[in-house]
């Protein structure tokens, strides 16, 4: 029997907000720092460096792809921040899946209505991607997560728990 590997990278269209605040934010800094160097006053060189420093750290989470790594009944799902930075979102087990189906299903109702349920959406909300939830019952507490799968990886989900998939 050979493994089953599929990997499906997601990008995530960056919101005009996120633009804006990427410019105004490198604006800002630009101003800072010139000034600093133009009247030679620290008091506009230090926020300057402070505000590229935080540039350089918060501003790449702005721009995010997303990357499905399915292997055997395992779901592992990392981010990308601005094509640079990798890091491991969340990993699923799909022995520990309660229900699969269609985003729009009448199926998710119950579990959607709930309190104290963490909803994770890995989705490039393009509103034309189909996009599934996937419902985890994860150490006693419900987890829902929101992903665009391939017909490969829905396949062999359906072939793990064939009760537990909803085609709509």
């Known amino acids: ?4 590997y599929q990997e499906i990278l997601i ?5 005009f907000i996120n633009k804006v605040i990427k410019v105004a934010a490198y604006v800002v800094t630009a101003i800072f720092i010139l000034g600093g160097f133009m009247m030679v006053n620290p008091l506009f060189l230090i926020p300057g460096i402070v505000m590229a420093i935080c540039c350089y750290f918060f501003l790449p989470r702005l721009d995010v792809e997303y990357e499905y790594l399915y292997v055997n009944g395992e779901l592992d799902i ?4 601005s094509k640079q930075k990798r890091k491991r979102i969340a990993g699923y087990d799909m ?3 309660e229900i699969l189906a269609p985003s729009t299903s009448h199926a998710l109702d119950s579990y959607t209505n709930q309190k104290d349920v963490k909803v994770h959406d890995f989705t490039s909300r393009d509103p034309q991607a189909k996009s599934y939830t996937l ?3 994860k150490e006693s507490k419900r987890d829902i997560v929101i992903v665009e799968l391939n017909d490969v990886i829905l396949n ?3 072939r793990i728990a064939p009760r537990k998939v909803n085609a709509f």
Do not use: C, H, K
């Open 156 to 158: 062999d989900i359906r």
């Open 1 to 4: 029997m050979s493994d089953l």
């Open 78 to 81: 990392d981010a990308i921040y």
């Open 95 to 97: 022995a520990e899946l």
């Open 11 to 15: 990008s995530r269209e960056t919101p």
């Open 135 to 137: 419902v985890f019952n």
